[in-house]
């Protein structure tokens, strides 16, 4: 098995698959960060082509559309017969379907698979695999797919799919995250102690565990990330590129939502948790 990008999902991915018994090796931009894989039993592999040469299954992990191409176009040329690509990172469906026909100039097999969950459920082999392709092409991901995830959604057999749905998702995480966010402000103006929001909510049907655990961090400013503020922007633009032709209706909360993680990252959190969208929602300092 091949892991590249060894960030904060794809090391937590690789850990899965190496406590799963398979072999790997992994690659990232910067090496420092696959040294905790290596120490654990990965191998170190010097560039992508080295990464995958033995693989009977190569999975991305990386931030982007452009960074998975630049080493897809690396990789590609030395994928091993019959092994199949899992592209895991979020690119939306159009970038999904461009990395496919990437994919297929090199005659590389090929399945769109980004995952649900952050750093914690990567780290613990409990992610949610969405995937769309070829069904003949599972039994051989089946391995990774059981190693990193507790739960498989299938999205149908065209790549793009399940990119669709993963922004679909995401939607509803960058959403919710938003508006924690503003009922933690709210509270706070009309001068209430914004735990008893979280009090108020907790057990009742919307008192999410989700909602719980992201209001938690926002009241205790802990903002290490897990899911960084920089990459809901990113996927933001995604889900606003893809619902362009119908914004008023599909996409028409999407812009306010990004208004505000745009503001986080420009108050010096692109980096921390996607929690730290609280401080948009406060005065500037």
């Keep these: 098995m091949a892991v590249i990008g060894t960030g ?20 990232n931009r910067t090496a420092e960060r696959t040294t905790d894989l290596v120490n654990s039993g990965a191998r170190g592999s010097t560039d992508p082509a080295d990464c995958v040469r033995d693989a009977d299954v190569v999975v991305t992990m990386l931030y982007d559309e452009a960074a998975t191409a630049d080493a897809a176009d690396a990789f590609l040329p030395a994928v091993r017969d019959g092994a199949v690509w899992m592209q895991s990172a979020t690119v939306g469906p159009a970038g999904a379907v461009r990395l ?17 969950g952050t750093k914690a459920p990567a780290e613990q082999g409990k992610l949610t695999a969405l995937i769309s392709g ?29 990119s669709a749905l993963k922004l679909a998702c995401n939607a509803m995480v960058a959403t919710l995250t938003a508006a924690t966010a503003q009922s933690v402000a709210i509270a706070r103006h009309l001068g209430v102690d914004p735990a008893l929001f979280l009090e108020a909510l907790d057990g009742g049907p919307i008192g999410a565990p989700y909602t719980q655990l992201k209001g938690t961090a926002m009241i205790e400013r802990e903002f290490a990330p897990s899911f960084g503020v920089d990459g809901v922007v990113k996927d933001l633009d995604l889900m606003i590129d893809a619902t362009a032709e119908n914004a008023d209706a599909a996409g028409r909360l999407l812009g306010a939502v990004r208004s505000a993680f745009a503001d986080a990252s420009e108050r010096g959190h692109g980096s921390d948790d996607m929690a730290s969208v609280i401080d948009a929602f406060a005065p500037p300092a």
């Design 134 to 162: 070829p069904e003949s092409l599972l039994d051989t991901v089946r391995p990774v797919v059981e190693a990193i995830a507790v739960k498989t959604v299938s999205a149908g057999t065209e790549p793009g799919a399940a």
């Design 8 to 27: 904060t999902m794809g090391a937590g991915m690789a850990a899965s698959i190496l406590r799963a018994g398979h072999d790997v090796s992994v690659w």
């Design 100 to 116: 496919a026909d990437l994919a297929g100039r090199h005659g590389v097999a090929t399945l769109d698979a980004p995952v649900l």
